[in-house]
């Protein structure tokens, strides 16, 4: 039994750095992170739209590099007006996305904002909050979204509503799409990846389950030769579209990008991945019919 976990476990130590080097890294990408909060508090104030951003980019990059994650980005964002759609694996999605659209203005749960230093941050970045608890605040923010498109900003959401795995997308949320169709205006897709030399989606940004925003900031630190792969595929139209259509249609672009930069074949019954759980369907429809009911 030993000399049968001996190769994995030699593998896994390979995989890692020290754990000086990481706490090397923590340390200043908490410094980093600080002088974020000035910048956000002093500086953003004063400046305009292009500047604000050029720092949000630079910030971003910058605080991948010292928690060693290298950006791998393919294709370009669209300017103006968009509902930028991608897929949720990690707290560090947002992070990665905003290195290369750094213009976009999440849709994130109202718990972030809480978050130490890092919830002021993307406070700072325009994000909108969304209480989940309370089911008819998701038309609030529906309106808080097509206000932000119809005025020319790019709007991110994460379709999924929760983090998943990396491997494979979770159902999508289609009432998420309807202020883009609302608007009339484009929605594009962004598929996020992280990987390592040893594999091609790494567990250590896997962000699920139990566990903690500490827990997973010490995996990130200690692994070695992690990549986030962020791919913007091309813009879709939303006009006269139905929103659960055009949810499965993304859905499934979005898997099959996936599945490819896994090295796994295409998927020939279903064009959206492994057909949902029952539950999880039926959950879904469920926050759909919410959001769509009347105040």
Do not use: C
């Not at 956000?40 to 949000?56: G, K």
């Amino acid at each position: 039994m030993n000399a049968a976990a001996a190769p994995g476990a030699g593998r896994a130590a390979a995989g890692r750095v020290n754990p000086l080097t990481a706490a090397w890294r923590i340390g200043r990408a908490t410094v980093h992170m600080l002088h974020g909060l000035a910048v956000v508090r002093f500086e953003f104030p004063r400046v305009d739209d292009s500047a604000r951003h050029a720092r949000i980019r630079w910030w971003s990059l910058k605080l991948l590099r010292l928690l060693g994650v290298e950006l791998v980005s393919d294709g370009l964002p669209r300017p103006g007006a968009a509902l930028l759609v991608s897929n949720h694996v990690s707290w560090l999605d947002i992070i990665a996305l905003h290195s290369v659209v750094p213009q976009a203005r999440f849709v994130s749960k109202a718990d972030v904002r809480q978050w130490p230093v890092v919830g002021a941050l993307v406070t700072g970045a325009g994000t909108l909050y969304i209480e989940r608890e309370r089911k008819r605040d998701a038309m609030r923010v529906l309106h808080d979204m097509a206000a932000a498109l119809k005025a020319g900003q790019t709007v991110a959401v994460f379709p999924e509503g929760t983090t998943g795995d990396g491997r494979e997308l979770l159902p999508f949320h289609a009432n998420l799409l309807q202020a883009a169709i609302a608007e009339g205006v484009p929605v594009q897709p962004a598929v996020l990846r992280f990987a390592d030399p040893v594999h091609p989606v790494s567990p250590a940004a896997e962000y699920t389950g139990d566990t903690t925003l500490a827990q997973s900031l010490w995996r990130i630190a200690r692994a070695r030769g992690l990549q986030a792969h962020v791919t913007l595929l091309l813009p879709e139209g939303t006009a006269h579209a139905d929103r659960r259509r055009l949810a499965e249609a993304l859905r499934g672009k979005m898997a099959e990008r996936l599945r490819q930069a896994q090295g796994l074949p295409p998927l020939q019954d279903s064009a959206a991945g492994p057909a949902p759980t029952a539950e999880a369907v039926e959950a879904v429809e469920a926050v759909d019919q919410a959001a769509a009911s009347p105040r």
